[in-house]
């Protein structure tokens, strides 16, 4: 059924940038908001930035000004630039996908930023 592939995680020095591209396949219904959230070890699980149908967008407080959330040029895809990256970024980063009422997610992807 519904898939969501994330890809660009990776080793990035502090003060550099990634970008995170995430595509959404399978669904019969039209994606109603897609999302990125991030887990670093020990911690919650924790929204960075959100993107709806309309392309009305939310971040957390942390995230506004470095990073920024976008559609991507094909259908059912989001991207996350990442820029002025901090050690405390370093997380795994999970695509989201709101169809309805029911969220899907990938399976993460590895962001390390070194100093």
């Known amino acids: 059924q519904v898939q969501l592939v994330e890809s660009g995680g990776g080793l990035v020095q502090a003060g550099g940038s990634l970008r995170l591209s995430c595509a959404a396949s399978?669904?019969?219904?039209?994606?109603?908001?897609m999302g990125w959230y991030r887990q670093a070890p020990g911690k919650q699980r924790e929204l960075v930035a959100s993107?709806?149908?309309?392309?009305?967008?939310n971040y957390a407080d942390s995230m506004e000004g470095r990073f920024t959330i976008s559609r991507g040029n094909f259908k059912n895809t989001v991207l996350l630039q990442m820029n002025s990256l901090k050690a405390e970024d370093t997380a795994v980063y999970y695509c989201?996908?709101?169809?309805?009422?029911?969220?899907?997610w990938g399976q993460g992807t590895q962001v390390t930023v070194s100093s």
């Open positions: 993107i709806t149908s309309s392309g009305s967008t």
């Open positions: 399978g669904s019969k219904f039209s994606i109603n908001a």
């Open positions: 989201n996908a709101r169809i309805t009422s029911t969220v899907y």
